[in-house]
Every structure is written in C-alpha cells, then in structure tokens.
C-alpha cells in the first residue's frame, strides 16, 4: 500500500498509520488498488486537522476533516473519502454502460466499430487454380433516409360526420389504409387497416 505521510507540527504513530491502512483497505475495495494516497496531518491551535488525497484513473479525491482529536480527524476525513470513492465508481460504470450501449447501436446501425483496410477477393472453386474470381456487390444494411415527400390527401379524410359502420364503408370504397373522421357525437376517430387486413379504431383524445 503506496501511502505518502506528512506531518505538520505533528508527529505521526504508527496508531494513526493503522488507521489510515484500514480505512484505505475499505476504499480499495470500491476502487482496486490503482491508486497514490497522499496524507497530511496537521496541528493548528489545538485542532488536528487530516486531509487525505487519492488519485484513482480519472482526477484526484480528497477528504478532508478537523476535530479535536486527530483519530476522529482522520476517521471523518476516511469517511467523506469513501462516500465520494462510491459516487466516483458509480459514475464511472454509468459511463462504461452508455459508451458500451452506444456501440452496440452503433452496430445495430450497420456501423463496423473495426477498419476493414484488407479486400479480400471472393473465388468459387475446389482449388486456388480452378477458382474463379467472384464480384461481390454491397449493400448497406441501413439505407439512407430519402427526403420527404409530403402529399396532402382529401381523400383519407370524411367531411361530414359517419358512424363507425359508414366509416368502415367509406374507408373500403376509397381503398385506405387509414381513414379520419368524425363520430355523431364529434370526437375525431381514426381507421387504421393493420398488416393482416384488420381496421383498427383509433380515438383522438
């Protein structure tokens, strides 16, 4: 365990040292053990003072205490210390999480996270001279969006209120997949024929 003392105007015990291990062992266990500890310990008028520093992979935490006992000191500053060390891994897993759930997206997408410099040539064949060379033609697995094209229809729309019978009729004369109209009643109801041939009713609210 890699622990840098300093002592201001105080004279540091091995009691003092075995505290800091044990609660160090503690914030190792949240953290691994790839990290410098830095530990000063101080008195000014009749206050001891502990600041206690680590610098896990992404910035330095620090805990720092006063009281009027440099045990106390020392088991407070340990206590903040740990409080961040369990924010700073919770932070850090949300990170990994979203980064590995952008790549998979990323792939879903038809995006290759690896660099495919080397073409290799496709060839039919029992042997490397009988093959016959094979042009293979790729396609993205996403196409592209396309603009588009807005077409304003008077058709899929009732001008007059229909109960949902005459909707029905209505929607299967003028051959729609979805028709809008309006009830006895007002309320605007959508038809929507679903993939297997069914009309769906939808409600506007």
Known sequence: MN???TGRHYVITPIIRNEVEIGLTKIRKILGDRFETKVILAVEKHRHKAEITISPRNG???????????TIAVNEALGHLEKQAVKYKTRWQSKKRSARKSEEVKK???H???SDDTEVQPAIGLSAKTAVPVMVHKYPSVAKTTEVHLVRSEDAVAMRPMTLEEAIKEAHFRDRDVFVF?????KVMILHRTRDGKMEL???P
């Not at 309006?182 to 007002?186: C, I, T």
């Open 3 to 5: 622990v840098e003392y």
């Open 60 to 70: 330095p935490l620090v805990g720092l205490a006063q009281a009027k006992d440099m």
């Open 108 to 110: 879903w997408n038809g």
């Open 112 to 114: 290759s996270t690896t």
């Open 182 to 186: 309006r009830d006895p009643k007002g």
């Open 202 to 204: 939808i409600e506007a």
